[in-house]
């Protein structure tokens, strides 16, 4: 999304179902929606519409904002305000960002984002299975992986210190992690088979360490 949503987009979001992230709206708004990232059409009838993580993370974010508008309370920190990527939206961490810095707004963002992707998959499911990966997360393997990896814990490499780096390969529905110490590479590996996804290891072909090919379970 090149730019944050706009008022109506906004309202829109925040009178979403709680539970399931369902939004209602016109037929214009809610394709304007899927097309910022911000929702997503369920596949099966009635072909309802649902927020995605990044919608459940601007949800959070606009209910926030009410929170400190409707009356005085405590000064949130300042690292609540710090972008969460590009136009305000979540954006996953693969490992390598100039600031991936962990702060309690972004462990908050995480968590929201991770929230809703499970929704999604319940919602996507057609037996409602939160246990695996869903569609939605096999057009976007890589943060995908990425968001799994954040949200169990696990730290991306920034310049402050190693971490995981999560890359696309050359193999269908498959990404590569990497991490330079072999413990936790091996904590890597758990949490995505925590998180649903197929995991194996194997020895880089150049002698660089061990690396971890990771696909989303089918079943």
Request: charged share 20%; proline share 12%.
């Amino acid at each position: 999304m090149s730019r944050p949503p706009t008022a109506a987009q906004r309202r829109i979001i925040e009178a979403a179902d709680p539970g399931t992230g369902r939004i209602s709206g016109s037929a214009a708004q809610l394709t304007r929606l899927v097309v910022l990232k911000l929702a997503f059409r369920h596949p099966r009838p009635p072909h309802d519409h649902f927020l995605t993580p990044e919608g459940h993370r601007v949800r959070e974010a606009v209910h926030e904002a009410g929170q400190e508008l409707s009356g005085p309370g405590p000064a949130p920190p300042p690292a609540a305000t710090e972008p969460a990527g590009p136009g305000g939206v979540f954006t996953a961490r693969l490992g390598g960002e100039p600031d991936s810095t962990p702060s309690p707004a972004r462990a908050r963002e995480v968590r929201t984002a991770w929230q809703g992707l499970l929704e999604i998959r319940r919602m996507t499911s057609p037996d409602g299975a939160t246990d695996r990966p869903c569609a939605w997360e096999r057009g976007r393997l890589t943060h995908a992986a990425a968001l799994a990896l954040e949200a169990a814990g696990r730290t991306p490499a920034s310049g402050a210190g190693p971490g995981y780096r999560v890359t696309a390969t050359p193999q269908p529905e498959a990404v590569a992690v990497r991490h330079p110490e072999p413990a936790e590479l091996a904590a890597c590996a758990a949490a995505l088979e925590a998180a649903g996804w197929q995991v194996s290891e194997h020895a880089s072909a150049r002698g660089g360490g061990r690396y971890l090919l990771a696909s989303p379970r089918r079943a």
